[in-house]
Structures are given as C-alpha cells and as structure tokens.
C-alpha cells in the first residue's frame, strides 16, 4: 500500500511565477491536509480538504494561496505569483477520517529565486 | 486548543533509554496524545498514540498518568539514527482534523 506521495520533491521558482504542488493520499484516505515549514521552524496547518470541500482553510494566507481536492486525481496546493518568503517545506497529510492518525508524505522543497 | 510543551534539545549516548516529557495542561476528555517523529529534509512519520496508562508498540512506550496532564515517550536504547525531532501533540474533538505542532524536542544521540 502506497503511502502519501507528493511530486514533485523540489520545486524552484522565480518571483511573480506560479508553483502547484501536488498530493496523492494514501488509498482510501478522504482526508487531506496541508502544512508549511519554514526554515528551522515548525509545521504550520495551512488547509484540510475534503473530497471536493474545503473543510478548514484557517491556516491559508488570504492572498495568492488556494487549495482543491477533486473528485478525480491529486490534491493541488496552488501559489501565484511567489516571493521569497515562500521558500519552504509544503507536506501533506492524510488519514481515513478527520478522528483517524494522519500520514505525512514527503514534502515538496519550494525555493524562490 | 490544548497546547503542549515539551524541551526544547535533549542528547542522550547509543544503547541508553530516551524518555521525553510533554505536558499538556488543557487536554480535553476526548483528546488523544500522539507523537510524531522529523528526520531532517522528511515528512514526520507517526510513532505512536495513547489514550491513558500505558501503550507500546515495536518503536516506543508511551506512558500516561492518570490526570492525563502529561505524558512520557520513552524511546528503548536509541541509537545514532533516532536523531531527530519529536513533536507531542494532543490530537481528537479539539483540534477537529488539523495538527497543531509547537518546537518539538530535538534529540541527538552521540556515539
């Protein structure tokens, strides 16, 4: 059984463009969640989705940052425009219910030039 | 949302037993308390769980007073590759799906 994947592992932007991070939960998981590192910093809840539905979206900057899980295919993590202060580690999570452990994936490294 | 705190570094030597506090003072009767482990440039990876009294799997001993205001993961002769962090959270009805992750305790084994 595949754990939480997310592609791609490194990401590398300049400023003003366009990242799309990308996450496959684990099978038979519902539940997605996004969380950020900054550099020597801890995980910060940015957004939990479920299938088609933004659940919490607390943690989501109000600008330039937006999230989706369709019905079909991967979560999507979307940035326009970055700056530098995007840099960072984006994780992804999964579990089978919002009461239920949630499983991490790899991360995607963001680095803007 | 109950808040944990737990030491910010500890450093132990290979072959000894690990133990790391963690107190969370506001825990909610429904809440459970989870721990997770960070090695550096990874995802954190799930080591164990627990409700009440005593829970240990293949990884680690999780022991929970009866007040449930702390508990103690307890890692059994580390060795060089258990460097990491070590993040206590408390997790369940009061959180409703997000973590909430505080500094962690950062642990280094020396040889």
């Known amino acids: 059984n595949a754990g939480v994947m997310q592609n791609p592992r490194h990401l590398v932007r300049r400023r003003g463009q366009e990242a799309r991070l990308r996450c496959s939960p684990m099978k038979g998981h519902s539940h997605v969640y996004w969380y950020r590192q900054l550099p020597e910093e801890g995980l910060k809840f940015m957004v939990y989705l479920q299938k088609e539905n933004i659940i919490d979206e607390s943690g989501m900057p109000k600008e330039r940052f937006s999230a989706e899980f369709p019905k079909e295919g991967p979560s999507i993590l979307r940035i326009q425009q970055v700056v530098r202060g995007d840099s960072a580690a984006y994780f992804c999570?999964?579990?089978?219910?919002?009461?239920?452990?949630?499983?991490f994936g790899p991360g995607t490294r963001l680095l803007v030039l | 949302l109950a808040k944990t705190t737990q030491p910010i570094s500890m450093d132990s030597y290979e072959g000894q037993e690990v133990n790391i506090t963690c107190s969370h003072n506001?825990?909610?009767?429904?809440?459970?308390i989870t721990w997770y482990q960070q090695f550096p440039s990874q995802g954190p990876r799930f080591i164990i769980q627990?409700?009440?009294t005593k829970v240990t799997n293949e990884v680690a001993s999780l022991f929970i007073p009866a007040d449930r205001k702390s508990s103690t993961l307890s890692l059994p002769r580390v060795s060089l590759s258990d460097t990491a962090v070590y993040y206590c959270?408390?997790?369940?009805?009061?959180?409703?799906?997000?973590?909430?992750f505080g500094q962690g305790t950062t642990l280094q084994v020396k040889p």
């Open positions: 959270l408390v997790t369940g009805s009061s959180n409703t799906g997000k973590l909430i």
């Open positions: 999570a999964s579990s089978f219910s919002d009461q239920e452990t949630q499983y």
């Open positions: 627990g409700y009440k």
């Open positions: 506001n825990i909610a009767t429904n809440d459970y």
